[in-house]
């Protein structure tokens, strides 16, 4: 059990998975996923748009599962498995099919909101393709378009007015079936 | 914002560590997500975080099913309900309402008990949980456990019965009747968005019918009407041995009066009194349209 | 005769959209530089009030603060418009933005506790919040720097405008409507917030700004005014936008504030807005109150338009206060209309401040003069569709302004949405009983296509130039807010200069580098930066022309550029593009293969009655909407919306529909679930949650059909795009709304609060006349 009694800040240790590399750090008990993320680690993909879990600019994946990295504490990454959009290109620079989807259907415009919306997409890929190897949980087929609609409702986009968005995840979709 | 935490692995030190902080300024912390929310506004001096999403415990964290229905732990993610078949298809309220819940992403993280504990009365998974009578069992730091109805649970707004050294730890839904045919089971959230909506009202319902669509059993709580969220007792007890289908307009419109009858609903940004009442009312006849 | 184009018209992805959905784009946000230090800024805690003093002695002791600043520091010019606001104020506040501190600190954290430690002391006034309460000679003059010019004190600005008869049309009118419409504060909500990394070097005394801005130019020379600085001192370098809509069009103060903090410090400072400060601290599309009254003749031809407007100017003035220019033209110019009346007026109160919003005042002009055309339809017993169509502007036509429409896809837009949503059909089987009813409803909109000329040029600037190795750098003066332009120019290039997409980078956000323009707005980037990119390619033909006929032992330039070579159209014979350009610098008479060129439009500006042809050609679109409503909650679903366009040519259908069906559902957020609530000054819903703007969730079908009429002034015909498809949406879900209710809706948005008091409202009038 970590615990701390002292009047100075304690700084806690937390050790996790950030885009398959083992990493660690020490961190005040109040600092958020999403500053660490972008002030320490310095991968400014992962983009601050509220700050209030409402726009999901900020969205990673925690556990392959997409999460508002500003409403969580960075404490809680101890242990877990973290992907930012850095870590959904490949090293050697080719797009995830997310990523090339988006940019063949027109989905990107000023891209603030990108980022969170690839994570999400790629959630939800994750979503589909975990469900079936999980008891007792609800097995989807492909995901269809209101499914798709539905997922990204935690991504706020001023630009596109989301179609194309939504048209490049249903491609995508379609072309991993 | 700047506190302190302690991160319990267990629930003996989960339950060491509330009890060692009695006198002092703490707050669980479970999906942190109303919480972060509400600290980023209003910072508070000297605060510890007892942070329970370390905590390995199978009753804490998970769902089962017995023959007297379905135990989740108070940390269960909403996502986790969504996703669980027996939930979608014995409770649909209880789906569609963890469902309706903020975005996909607050639902990860976002648990049961938070919601619970929050005591808002827009709470939508309370909300649901309220029409399925749901039994909240509170943990002391003595170990022993109480069991509190769901009605009793909510104190007032934002204010539940849990004392400083208790902590909610699970959740129980009865099963339904035996005898059961069908549910007609929803949560309805009414809101300006097709999504990330807090209820301006919301209405949760799970009504049983047996094999001659008699109504046996009724469960129906109004969110966002009142300080807590209700349940509309006489409303359903009005609705029992009727038939569903047969509900005459007069009757569904009585059933929607006593509904109202347990809604007070306050002015807002979001609407007027004026407005969730009437939303209310017609709400409730549609269940039976 | 105009060649077959291979890459104009073609889905061409955004080009640097890679780099974007990498996570690789540098936005405010991202940059750091050394010794930086964080900005912030404390606001009033009252919208109306007198600052009696400010204390930051105690700031000022915390560890980590390195300077703060108050009016009393800054040797500083008001900004604005009319130059009637101060970038941090003194003695007195006038609406809840106001800036009254500002700290530059080693943290985020350490600035923003400093912020906590300046105490103010206020005395609290009774604020002016209603424009009816600002106009009583009882009231105190809001904004003391206002010009005085007006009859009232506070009256920020004044239009009029008219041309016909009004008396000879309103006897000929058969019906006449008449009708108040109210419309909301929208903001602009921009998914980065407003941001601005200042760096001063104290040692050559030049000040280097990354800055969001829309108008780069424009924004050089308010800072420079404001600081008391030369213009040519200070570089302006924009990083990656994160959404603009006209947000960026202004000069805000928390931007000379920053610039101030580092020429203080003499360190970079950075200043980013958290998400409510974002609400509460940026510009608005103008609330106002529209009067609008309207004839028509037997026979359903539109007569007459008066118009009388009053806005709510807020504290200061800013480009906002200008939107009559737009607003007017919609009255006076949409629809043949024999004779228009425009009076506006902009009041000054203590409420916050509106900015200039993607369309400009046109969707709430668009707003009330479509509504009042099918309240004069149900009038006469007129089909809405037809009405719409008699009236429809025409290709030739001048109007009572004085715009000529040189091509006019107007009633080409009507008949094709009238079709594809089966309007007549639906119109006649809408009425229904039950819970959901549903309703369509039709608007049109005109807005300028081709710039406008209100600033004293519209013009763009570009340099070309192609390297030894055949890739091509389009320096051009125009900007990329995330619309898609730097694609745009590059397929131009492309086009023209046979050279692949891949080979050609576009140059675009350095005042030290690029050649003027006047900014992003007015739709006007891809037809003024395509026009001026066009004359500089045309330009430096002429000497590859030259050097590849010398090269190919011709004396004709009759050459076609293809697959990088430049091919002559007699022989066959070809070059390659980059051996030209080698010749052309390495062997005599040595030259560069580079070429400039300034593109200003065949617009006119305005006489002092504003009339005169201001745009180098016009934009027309109509949509169709079909919309449920719950009358159980009052809620509207938009269920399809059909669009149809007057683009001039597609360009790149990939990016234009981009541009569509972002402005439809933020036309759609207008007409339903957009509003910043404010009350006694102060703004009530300062975020994502209470200020709705539509989840994926929320999105309807959009259906596209661009029209294309080819103008001889646009690039290969294309108009400008960018803000056409948000204006007629709200009004045409309106009359969607009143079609399925049979009821009156003359404000925005439409809550489902008000259609149940619409419907609640109708069924009163009912029971009372039976």
């Known amino acids: 059990m970590k615990k701390t009694k002292t009047k100075t800040e304690k700084l806690h240790e937390v050790s996790f998975t950030l885009n398959e590399k083992k990493v660690s750090c020490k961190i005040k008990a109040s600092v958020l996923l999403l500053d660490l993320i972008r002030d320490v680690f310095e991968l400014k993909g992962t983009k601050p748009g509220c700050g209030e879990g409402e726009c999901g600019a900020c969205t990673v994946l925690i556990n392959g599962a997409p999460v508002n990295s500003c409403l969580f504490l960075a404490v809680n990454a101890d242990g877990k498995n973290i992907t930012t959009i850095e870590g959904l290109t490949k090293s050697d620079g080719s797009l995830h099919p997310v990523q090339e989807s988006l940019v063949a259907h027109g989905a990107v415009q000023c891209g603030f909101c990108t980022s969170g919306m690839a994570m999400s997409i790629k959630g939800l890929m994750n979503q589909y393709e975990n469900s079936h190897n999980v008891p007792g949980e609800i097995k989807n087929g492909i995901p269809s378009r209101d499914e798709i609609k539905k997922h990204l409702e935690g991504n706020l986009c001023r630009c596109t007015g989301y179609v194309k968005i939504i048209d490049a995840a249903e491609a995508m979709f379609k072309q991993e079936q | 914002m700047n506190f302190e935490i302690i991160n319990p692995g267990t629930t003996k030190e989960l339950l060491a560590a509330v009890k060692k902080f009695q006198k002092e300024n703490f707050r669980f912390g479970a999906g942190c997500t109303d919480f972060l929310m509400e600290l980023k506004k209003n910072p508070s001096e000297g605060l510890t975080v007892i942070n329970l999403s370390q905590v390995k415990d199978a009753q804490f964290n998970g769902l089962k099913k017995s023959v007297k229905g379905l135990r989740m732990g108070a940390m269960l993610t909403a996502h986790k309900i969504v996703m669980n078949e027996e939930i979608k298809n014995k409770y649909p309220v209880l789906h569609n309402a963890a469902e309706s819940l903020a975005s996909t992403q607050i639902r990860q993280v976002a648990t049961v008990g938070g919601n619970m504990c929050t005591a808002s009365p827009s709470g939508d998974i309370a909300c649901a949980l309220a029409s399925l009578q749901a039994d909240c069992e509170l943990l002391s730091t003595t170990g022993k456990i109480r069991n509190v109805n769901i009605n009793s649970f909510f104190a007032g707004l934002r204010k539940t019965v849990l004392k400083k050294n208790e902590i909610l730890y699970g959740i129980s839904i009865p099963a339904n009747i035996k005898s059961t045919k069908n549910i007609f089971s929803n949560f309805i959230k009414v809101g300006t968005r097709r999504s990330m909506e807090c209820s301006v009202v919301s209405l949760a319902y799970h009504i049983q019918t047996d094999s001659n669509g008699i109504i046996i059993k009724a469960g129906a709580a109004i969110g966002a009407s009142a300080p807590t969220i209700r349940f509309a007792a006489t409303a359903c007890d009005f609705l029992i041995g009727k038939k569903f289908k047969n509900i005459t307009q007069k009757e569904k419109e009585e059933f929607a009066e006593k509904v109202l009858s347990y809604a007070s609903p306050i002015t807002d940004i979001r609407a007027t009194a004026g407005y969730r009442k009437e939303v209310l009312f017609n709400i409730s006849k549609s269940i039976f349209e | ?770």
């Open chain 3, 1 to 770: 005769m105009i060649k077959k184009l291979k890459i104009i018209g073609t889905p061409v992805p955004k080009h640097d959209a890679a780099i974007r959905v990498s996570g690789r784009a540098i936005y405010g946000h991202d940059i750091v530089l050394p010794g930086m230090l964080h900005g912030a800024i404390l606001r009033t805690e009252h919208p109306s009030a007198i600052i009696e003093f400010i204390d930051v002695s105690e700031a000022k002791k915390l560890s980590g603060v390195i300077c703060i600043i108050t009016a009393d520091d800054a040797d500083v010019n008001n900004i604005g418009y009319k130059r009637d606001h101060p970038i941090l104020k003194k003695g007195e506040a006038n609406c809840t933005r106001d800036e009254i501190a500002a700290v530059a600190a080693e943290t985020k954290e350490i600035a923003r506790k400093a912020l906590n430690l300046i105490k103010v002391k206020y005395k609290i006034r009774k604020g002016i919040y209603e424009t009816s309460e600002a106009l009583k000679e009882s009231a105190p003059q809001i904004n003391k720097f206002s010009s005085g010019k007006f009859e009232n004190k506070n009256i920020a600005e004044k239009f009029h405008y008219e041309h016909g008869n009004i008396e000879e049309e309103k006897k000929k009118s058969a019906h006449i409507i008449s009708r108040k419409f109210t419309l909301p504060r929208m903001t602009h909500a921009c998914m980065a917030s407003s941001n601005i990394t200042a760096s001063f070097n104290n040692i050559d005394k030049k000040l280097l700004l990354y800055s969001s801005t829309q108008v780069p130019f424009l924004y050089q020379r308010d800072m420079a005014h404001a600081l008391k600085m030369n213009p040519s001192d200070i570089r302006v370098i924009q990083p990656v936008i994160g959404g603009g809509f006209g947000s960026k069009l202004d000069m805000h103060p928390f931007e000379p504030i920053c610039a101030l903090l580092s020429i203080k410090t003499g360190r970079p400072v950075q200043l980013i807005y958290s998400r409510e400060e974002e609400f509460i601290a940026s510009p608005i599309r103008q609330p106002m109150e529209i009067e609008l009254t309207a004839g028509v003749d037997k026979k359903g031809n539109f007569t007459f338009r008066e118009i009388n407007i009053v806005k709510d100017n807020g504290a200061y003035t800013s480009w906002g206060a200008t939107t009559p220019f737009v607003i007017m033209q919609a009255f006076s110019s949409l629809y043949k209309i024999k004779a228009c009346r425009f009076n506006s007026t902009a009041v000054y109160t203590n409420n916050v401040f509106a900015g200039s919003f993607r369309g400009y005042g046109n969707p709430q002009a668009t707003f009330a003069l479509e509504r009042v055309i099918d309240l004069l339809a149900d009038e006469l017993g007129m089909d809405k569709a037809e009405i719409r169509l008699l009236n429809a502007n025409e290709k030739g036509e001048a109007t009572g302004q004085g715009l000529h429409y040189e091509t006019c896809g107007h009633k080409e837009c009507l008949e094709t949405v009238i079709k594809k949503s089966n309007y007549k059909q639906h119109a006649a089987h809408n009425r229904q009983s039950g819970r959901f009813l549903h309703g369509t409803g039709l608007a049109s909109m005109l807005h300028v296509g081709g710039g406008a000329k209100i600033y004293r040029s519209d013009g763009c600037g570009t340099i070309l130039k192609i390297d030894p190795y055949g890739y091509c750098t389009i320096i051009t003066g125009s900007n990329e807010i995330g619309q898609g332009s730097e694609t745009v120019l590059a397929m131009i290039a492309s086009e023209e200069l046979g050279i692949e997409l891949k080979k050609i980078k576009v140059i675009n956000t350095d005042t030290d580098i690029k050649p003027w323009d006047v900014g992003v707005h007015a739709s006007r980037t891809s037809f003024v930066a395509g026009n001026s990119l066009l004359g500089a390619i045309k330009i430096l033909k002429v000497k590859l022309n030259k050097k590849a006929a010398e090269l190919l032992k011709t004396n004709h330039s009759n050459f076609d550029y293809s697959d990088n070579k430049i091919i002559s159209l007699k022989s066959n014979d070809s070059i390659a593009l980059d051996k030209v350009v080698r010749e052309m610098h390495f062997s005599e008479p040595n030259e560069l293969a580079i070429a400039d060129y300034f593109y200003e439009p065949s617009s006119k500006f305005q006489d002092k009655n504003f009339k005169g042809n201001v745009s180098g050609t016009y934009a027309f679109a109509s949509q169709a909407v079909e919309v449920e409503v719950d009358t159980y909650t009052g809620n509207v679903r938009v269920l399809n919306v059909y669009v149809a366009q007057d683009v001039g040519r597609v360009l790149n259908p990939l990016l234009l529909d981009g541009q569509i069906e972002g402005g439809v559902v933020q036309g759609i957020g207008y007409a339903l679930t957009e509003e910043l609530l404010m009350k006694e000054g102060k703004i009530l819903n300062p975020n994502f949650h209470n200020y709705k703007m539509l989840t994926a969730a929320d999105v309807p079908d959009i259906h596209f059909f661009p029209v294309e009429t080819i103008d001889k002034e646009g690039p290969y015909g294309a108009k400008g795009v960018g803000e056409a498809s948000l204006i007629p949406t709200a009004a045409a879900i309106a009359n969607a709304v009143c079609n399925a209710l049979d009821v009156e809706i003359l404000e925005l948005p439409i809550t489902p609060e008000k259609v149940l008091a619409a419907i609640a409202g109708k069924k009163k009038l009912k029971t009372e006349k039976i």
